[in-house]
């Protein structure tokens, strides 16, 4: 997802990781694995042992000037949390997780730069990357390649972190793609990715039904599994 984010998750992985830190004669967790940690501008809350919701994005995706706006929308909600000294609600939590999303999403699905994944070779490239470690390094729920993001469901398996798994899907497609596409120093994916961790079965079902509509609520098809670059789709092939 872009750079801006939402003081929902802000405010819940900060208290969190307060709750994760209390005892003061525990080690503090690798916040990796467990706890709170930044990279750039974004927040990124870890449970060991838990999915999450992942998006990651094309370095031109999104126009300066909405990046700028939603930055600018992030500080004045961070700004009203603050004062108010409240945490938030579970339930304001996830109607303002779904906020999020659906507003960059309906930026992202307007089919802002180059959109390279709209390339099948790219795209089967990208698609190839995710599916590569399933069953060693992560169980991966679900997935789609749009134009130009990414969503996924993923569970890290043991001895593996969120971080190391997209890494891994972000710095291999990146050298191959700009191969493909005889880019030298460009840049392929923005520098950082959007990441949520998913509570509960329900949250889960939810998540992955979301990412398996984009394709369909960007008017590309009718159903979820006639998107090629899809879980969706692949569920439906004979085996």
């Not at 750079?3 to 992985?13: E, K, N, R, Y």
């Not at 080690?27 to 990651?56: M, Q």
């Not at 603050?82 to 609600?89: C, E, Q």
């Not at 398996?157 to 493909?180: D, E, I, Q």
Request: aromatic content about 10%; hydrophobic content about 40%.
């Amino acid at each position: 997802m872009p750079d801006a984010t939402h003081s929902g998750l802000i405010a819940s992985a900060l208290a969190a990781n307060l709750c994760l830190m209390a005892d003061a004669n525990q080690p503090p967790p690798n916040p990796l694995i467990s706890g709170l940690h930044f990279r750039g501008n974004l927040p990124h809350l870890k449970k060991e042992g838990a999915a999450y919701f992942v998006t990651f994005r094309l370095a031109d995706s999104l126009p300066a000037h909405e990046v700028a706006r939603l930055k600018h929308e992030r500080r004045v909600i961070l700004e009203q949390g603050r004062a108010a000294k409240s945490p938030l609600t579970w339930h304001e939590e996830q109607q303002l997780l779904a906020w999020y999303c659906d507003k960059v999403e309906a930026l992202l699905d307007a089919g802002h730069g180059a959109c390279w994944l709209s390339k099948p070779e790219i795209a089967d490239l990208v698609t190839g990357a995710l599916k590569h470690f399933h069953g060693q390094r992560y169980e991966l729920r679900a997935w789609v390649v749009m134009p130009n993001h990414v969503h996924a469901v993923v569970w890290p398996m043991p001895g593996n972190t969120l971080s190391g798994v997209l890494h891994s899907w972000k710095s291999f497609s990146a050298n191959s793609a700009n191969r493909l596409l005889r880019h030298i120093t460009q840049s392929f994916w923005q520098r950082e990715s959007f990441d949520h961790w998913i509570r509960d079965d329900d949250e889960h079902a939810r998540l992955v039904a979301y990412v398996e509509n984009n394709p369909v609520k960007a008017g590309f098809c009718q159903q979820p599994e006639d998107w090629k670059w899809s879980s969706a789709y692949e569920r439906r092939q004979p085996s």
